[in-house]
């Protein structure tokens, strides 16, 4: 299924309930809705899943969920966000017998960064030890790997076959496509510059806006590979406000209410994180409403 991924593969959310329970049945229909939109891959357990929040067994248990539901109809990839080589090497191990397309890994990211050889030490042992492609996921401002340093982890540990680019800007972006060997797996999660991404040859991309809005999502992805520039800029234009309208420090909890919105039953985000506020409803119903969407 590596071979698979490629084109939208939006990040999932982790539907709960108001008890903080993850509500698997809500999770299942996400999936189907997902799919039913024209997305070419499933994300789960990432930060629009909230996967900073779940313990090993949840991950578990959504990994097992999406892939059941997907039913081999598009790849899942599933996220690991942790802060130690021997937590991640766990979690890896607890889904090591199903079948995920890669995992999604976070760099170590807890206030300390590791080195450029103990980063690169991270991987080789989390890679060796669990058994599943990895794809670098690039997020975390404080604990940022050049593109340098991901082009040479990539070439050096064999496990590594990817990176999902989030830090930083469409530079660092078009810095690493340069830098990256043409089999690298190089995913776009600069969720504001879709369209420019993927004029630059990205494998495809992995980011929130994509959950919140995946049939234009799909448009925009689409638009580009058939050489049609001008409806890319047009559908990337509408999905620029919708991106506007529910980025913040409560994003996994906008892009429910955008999913909400749609059709799709998203939950509530898990505490501490709150609930879009009634001016961020506002505002994505409005940008919604731009791209024809809105369930009546």
């Excluded at 496990?159 to 530079?171: E, F, I, P, T, Y």
Aim: aromatic share 6%; hydrophobic share 45%; net charge negative.
């Amino acid at each position: 299924m590596l071979t698979d991924l490629r084109g939208v593969i939006p990040p999932a959310t982790t539907p709960f309930t108001r008890d903080g329970e993850v509500d698997l049945d809500a999770m299942k229909e996400q999936v189907n809705w997902l799919v039913d939109q024209g997305v070419h891959g499933l994300a789960v357990g990432g930060s629009t899943g909230e996967g900073h929040t779940l313990d090993v067994d949840e991950l578990r248990a959504i990994v097992e969920i999406a892939l059941d539901t997907a039913a081999g109809r598009v790849p899942v990839v599933a996220g690991i966000i942790v802060d130690s080589t021997r937590d991640a090497v766990r979690r890896g191990r607890a889904i090591a017998d199903l079948d995920v397309a890669a995992l999604q890994v976070t760099p170590v990211h807890y206030l300390f960064r590791p080195d450029d050889d103990a980063m690169q030490e991270h991987f080789r042992v989390m890679g060796e030890e669990v058994g599943h492609p990895i794809i670098i996921y690039n997020v975390v401002p404080w604990s940022y790997l050049s593109p340098e340093l991901l082009c040479r982890i990539m070439d050096e540990v064999p496990a590594v076959v990817g990176v999902k680019q989030s830090a930083g800007d469409l530079k660092l972006f078009a810095d690493l496509m340069l830098m990256a060997d043409p089999e690298h797996l190089i995913f776009c999660a600069v969720d504001a510059l879709m369209y420019p991404a993927y004029t630059l040859g990205a494998r495809g991309s992995i980011a929130a806006i994509l959950a919140a809005a995946p049939r234009a999502s799909v448009e925009v992805w689409d638009a580009v590979q058939c050489g049609d520039h001008a409806r890319a800029l047009e559908s990337h234009e509408k999905l620029l406000r919708v991106w506007n309208a529910i980025e913040g420090p409560n994003l996994p909890a906008c892009a429910k209410y955008a999913q909400t919105l749609q059709g799709c039953p998203a939950g509530y985000p898990r505490a501490p994180m709150p609930e879009a506020s009634e001016e961020q409803r506002q505002a994505i119903e409005e940008s919604l409403a731009v791209l024809g969407v809105l369930e009546r």
